[in-house]
């Protein structure tokens, strides 16, 4: 089978958990063909982000255009985006490509460390209006406006319930005019989540690139960014990599 070509639009992490190194992994163990346009660099490690560095919007461009215009996108993932100025030249770069756009509204390291200041945030809206799917976790959620301010603006979303209080983690999927689908799961008690929003929103990305339905890829990668939880090697001193190797 000739693989999806799926692009990830990202941040690239040095430690190798989360942003483009976790999408490259994701997709390529889900069967992709993983292309990106990197949006800024950050170095870091499990315990913290030290120093990040914004492409500029040309260049984010231009990596898009690279791709699109010879080997082709079968989908795309949004990640972190390092300024307004790109966000908006991504938004434009998409609209009209006509295949499924996943977008992770980045906002906060796992470790805690600020990945879009307020202008870029203010930034999401044409990304989120674009997108077949916005991933939001409980304060990226919250910082958007909550369930209320996504249904009144029509996104569709999968609401994350990693960060929730519980011996459960509960995903719904909220897409407009349809009924709510949740998914329920204990949690699995491990500090070594770095990465698991890129994962999943990017095995969303594959799977919807492969032609699964929503709820069909969502339900897939869940299971995907269980299975890499599980899987986790343990490596460094704080939120440690998940274990993509490991998985199917
Ligand atoms: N993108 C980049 C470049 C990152 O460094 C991080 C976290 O450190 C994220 C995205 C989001 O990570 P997570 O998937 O853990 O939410």
Redesign the pocket.
């Known amino acids: 089978m000739t693989p999806p070509r799926i692009l990830s639009i990202?941040?690239?992490?040095s430690s190798g958990?989360?942003?483009?190194q976790?999408d490259i992994k994701t997709i390529t163990m889900l069967g992709g063909y993983a292309m990106t346009a990197i949006c800024?660099l950050?170095a870091?490690d499990t315990t913290g982000?030290s120093m990040v560095a914004a492409s500029s919007a040309a260049m984010v461009a231009a990596q898009i255009d690279a791709c699109v215009g010879d080997i082709g996108v079968d989908a795309v993932k949004i990640?972190?985006l390092g300024s307004p100025d790109i966000a908006e030249v991504v938004a434009e770069r998409l609209a009209g490509l006509g295949v499924p756009i996943v977008f992770?509204p980045?906002m906060i390291?796992?470790?805690g460390?600020a990945?879009a200041d307020a202008a870029t945030i203010a930034a999401f809206e044409r990304l989120m209006a674009l997108a077949t799917l916005t991933t939001p976790?409980v304060p990226e959620l919250a910082a958007l406006g909550g369930d209320a301010a996504m249904a009144r603006r029509g996104i569709a979303y999968l609401a994350k319930g990693g960060d929730a209080d519980g011996a459960e983690v509960i995903d719904r999927l909220v897409m407009p005019g349809e009924a709510e689908r949740c998914w329920t799961a204990p949690r699995i008690a491990t500090r070594h989540?770095?990465?698991?929003?890129?994962?999943?929103s990017s095995a969303i990305a594959t799977l919807l690139g492969m032609g699964l339905p929503i709820d069909e890829a969502v339900e897939d990668a869940r299971e995907f960014v269980r299975a890499a939880l599980l899987a986790a090697p343990g490596f460094g001193k704080g939120?440690g990599p998940l274990g993509h190797q490991a998985v199917r």
């Open positions: 990202a941040g690239s992490d958990g989360a942003g483009i976790a800024a950050t870091q982000v990640g972190m992770d980045v390291a796992t470790s460390a990945l976790n989540t770095h990465g698991t929003g890129c994962t999943l939120h």
